[in-house]
């Protein structure tokens, strides 16, 4: 059976996965207003989950099938049993009217992709209270069938052009169904929607980050008990808010280790080892390594290589001076909600995709350990007013992502101790800049690349012969797809000549400007 995340003592609220690519968004949205919700794909929630998960209220997502294709997914019809309120959403409202005795058919002139808007009926109904602020509704539309008879039961709430079942419902029972999609930036006012929906199902909104501070701290502790524990802490924002957490939980049965491999960026394995060790009183090993893994990857030039050899060495170090721990029994890692959802998929059973930890990926195998994940239930930006909560300074919350192998890959070519100084300080100057132009925020990543020439240049009376580099900045949601960052041209003009007088070793910045796709964020 698919596993349910849920604290118990928590309304819950089930999110039924017809393989949207937004029903993500529908989680937000919710989690956004306090209320405590898990997507499970379509295909694991049979009876016996739905009982055993006893949901206060139900979603049926949207999707990418036609409930005329062969073995078109459904949900279990006990949902519709529950006497809990159901809200169908583009396909779900689909299925929804298919399954309660309503009639779809398919498409032809009637498909809508896009924007449309929304007039309401004269009939009013508690699920649209407060969102027509103008005579008709703004919402995004998405679907090729269409819903041709309502079920019975149902009345209309609101028409588009094209959709006369824009919005229906089956009030007596609490069923709502719309066509559209609420979750997603283009319906503007689909919030209230949720709202709405949550507030009529009775949800108290209970979901608060120090709610889920005091629970999760009370389950790390009957979880690891007297055993101890171990944590691999890179300095990035998930693993630091979930040592601190564990920390508070269990003191100093848990020992973090930081592992300097030589790649990190300028005041970098200061400022971990001064907030984690002195700041937070953990303890701490700080693993410097840097000689070993410089060493190793001296005179290799070929990108997976160094990636390989990085990978290798971090699992190598990180056993060794875990071993020191003497009879740790768990690893801590920062696994988030997003690596843990299930998939949908039409081609037999659910199927799981768990990211494994780049960092101590194999590990807990290896060493015999069990794992404590306890973000496991949030997202991103949970973890970031989980860590505010925790008392973690906001600007280091804030930070841009870091890569694992650190400056490796920023290094194309051949890695040398040198090469590394003068990145770091043109990296330092960059972001000084970005910070100084109060751009930090508005950007996912930005760093500097050295490059792997040397170009020709003057400086005062003299030519030079030094490296070129590059910057980077882009915009992001997830890093999966992104753009370069708009720049102003004074800016950039300002920054090229701040990194040309004060980094010895540059007489050349260039701007990178390749997207993702068909560039990466990173260089290598
Ligand atoms: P790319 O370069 O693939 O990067 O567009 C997408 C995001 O992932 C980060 N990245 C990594 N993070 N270990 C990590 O922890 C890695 O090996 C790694 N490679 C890329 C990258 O910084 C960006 O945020």
């Excluded at 020191?324 to 801590?332: I, P, Y």
Aim: glycine share 10%.
């Amino acid at each position: 059976m698919t596993q349910i995340h849920a604290p118990t003592d928590h309304d819950r609220l089930l999110i039924i996965d017809f393989g949207s690519q937004v029903t993500q968004l529908i989680a937000r949205r919710l989690r956004e207003l306090h209320v405590y919700c898990e997507i499970h794909p379509f295909n694991a929630v049979t009876p016996e989950f739905l009982a055993e998960f006893a949901p206060k209220a139900v979603i049926l997502s949207g999707g990418p099938a036609s409930v005329f294709a062969e073995g078109a997914p459904r949900p279990p019809e006990q949902v519709f049993e529950l006497n809990v309120p159901i809200l169908g959403i583009c396909y779900g409202q689909q299925v929804m009217m298919e399954m309660l005795g309503g009639k779809v058919e398919r498409g032809h002139n009637t498909a809508e992709f896009g924007r449309a808007y929304v007039t309401p009926e004269t009939e009013q109904l508690d699920l649209l209270e407060g969102w027509f602020l103008t005579e008709r509704e703004q919402v995004w539309m998405s679907h090729g069938d269409h819903v041709s008879r309502i079920a019975p039961g149902f009345r209309v709430f609101g028409t588009s052009p094209n959709a006369p079942f824009a919005v229906t419902a089956d009030p007596d029972r609490h069923f709502y169904a719309v066509q559209f999609h609420p979750e997603v930036h283009h319906t503007p006012n689909g919030a209230k929607l949720y709202e709405n929906f949550v507030r009529l199902a009775g949800f108290k909104g209970d979901w608060t980050m120090s709610a889920y501070r005091e629970e999760a701290i009370a389950k790390i502790r009957e979880t690891v008990g007297d055993d101890k524990v171990i944590c691999g802490l890179s300095g990035g924002v998930d693993s630091s808010v979930a040592a601190v957490l564990i920390h508070e939980a269990i003191g100093d049965q848990l020992t973090c280790v930081f592992v300097d491999h030589g790649l990190l960026r300028k005041g970098e394995a200061e400022e971990v080892v001064t907030m984690f060790r002195d700041h937070y009183n953990m303890p701490l090993i700080h693993a410097d390594e840097q000689d070993l893994f410089l060493g190793e990857l001296d005179g290799q030039d070929d990108p997976e290589a160094k990636r390989k050899i990085i990978g290798k060495l971090f699992i190598d170090v990180f056993q060794k001076h875990a071993t020191e721990v003497g009879d740790a029994k768990f690893l801590a890692q920062g696994t988030l909600y997003p690596d843990v959802i299930e998939s949908v998929s039409f081609s037999g059973g659910p199927s799981v995709t768990i990211k494994s930890h780049h960092n101590v990926g194999g590990l807990p195998e290896k060493m015999g350990l069990k794992l404590v994940e306890p973000l496991r239930e949030l997202f991103k930006d949970e973890v970031r007013a989980l860590g505010v909560e925790l008392g973690l300074p906001k600007s280091f919350i804030g930070r841009h992502p870091f890569p694992g192998p650190g400056l490796a890959i920023r290094c194309p070519g051949e890695i040398t101790r040198a090469k590394l100084d003068i990145l770091r300080e043109a990296d330092a100057v960059y972001i000084d800049q970005i910070r100084k132009h109060g751009l930090y925020d508005d950007i996912w990543q930005a760093f500097v690349a050295i490059l792997p020439v040397r170009t020709v240049g003057v400086m005062g009376d003299g030519r030079t012969y030094d490296f070129a580099c590059a910057l980077r900045a882009v915009t992001s949601v997830d890093g999966m797809t992104a753009d370069y960052y708009p720049f102003t041209h004074e800016f950039l003009g300002e920054t090229a000549t701040r990194i040309i007088n004060e980094v010895p070793g540059i007489n050349r910045v260039t701007y990178d400007i390749t997207s993702k796709p068909p560039g990466t964020i990173e260089w290598e």
